[in-house]
Structure formats: structure tokens, C-alpha cells
């Protein structure tokens, strides 16, 4: 059966986990597809909300201020998420067999293209 993961294959796949091969197609669309990198933000705070959860219940204070300790961290996780996108989407290809390439399927066909528009003006000077 093909498709989207199960929610346990998915919390799986989120921490960095394998999933199955019915599932590769899904898999290059979570990472390369339209919605790749809004995606890929939210399965990594996904991954931190365990960390939110134990800074906001572990910590005493008011309301007010662990929220914003909380936010701070969100803050963090989004900057340190967004710098390893590229790395973390060639990570998770390789896993699943799907290549090496960081590019999302948008900006494959931009690189396609550029290479294509690239080689129509040169291509009379290589001969």
C-alpha cells in the first residue's frame, strides 16, 4: 500500500527513522516537493516539542515569561532547522534511496532550465 505514513511511521520518519518502500514516492514529495521546506519546518519542531513542553513545565516563574523562553527556543530551532534543510534533505534521500540532491523539485527545473538557456547560447563556441 502506498500513501501518506501512519501516524507512528510518520513520528518515525520525523526523528529520522527509515520508512518503508511503498512509501519512497511519498518520501520524494515530503522532501522535494512544492511544500518541502514548510514541511521540513514543521517536522523539526515537531521533533523539539518535547524540549518546549519540558522548559515550559520544568521552570518556575510566571506564565508569561516561560512562554517567551519558550518562544526564544522556537526562535532557535527555526534558525538552526532552516540552516540544515539542505543537509537533512540529502541525509533523508540517501536513506530512502532517492539520491544526493538537495534541490527541491522547483528548483531542479530552474537548474534544468538555466542549464538549458546556458547551452543554446554557448553551444556555437564549444563546436
Not at 38 to 45: A, P, V
Not at 83 to 105: A, I
Amino acid at each position: 500500500m502506498s500513501g501518506r505514513p501512519n501516524p507512528i511511521q510518520w513520528v518515525v520518519y520525523a526523528y529520522g527513522g527509515t520508512l518503508p518502500e511503498s512509501k519512497r514516492e511519498w518520501v520524494r514529495n515530503d522532501l522535494t516537493g512544492r511544500t518541502a521546506t514548510l514541511r521540513h519546518l514543521i517536522r523539526s519542531q515537531f521533533c523539539f516539542l518535547p524540549l518546549y513542553l519540558v522548559m515550559f513545565f520544568a521552570f518556575g516563574g510566571e506564565m508569561w515569561i516561560r512562554g517567551l523562553m519558550v518562544l526564544l527556543a522556537v526562535l532557535l530551532a527555526l534558525i538552526f532547522s532552516a540552516s540544515y534543510m539542505d543537509q537533512n534533505r540529502v541525509l533523508r534521500m540517501r536513506k530512502h534511496g532517492l539520491g544526493n540532491s538537495p534541490l527541491t523539485q522547483r528548483q531542479q527545473a530552474r537548474a534544468d532550465r538555466e542549464k538549458e538557456r546556458y547551452e543554446a547560447v554557448y553551444a556555437d563556441r564549444r563546436g
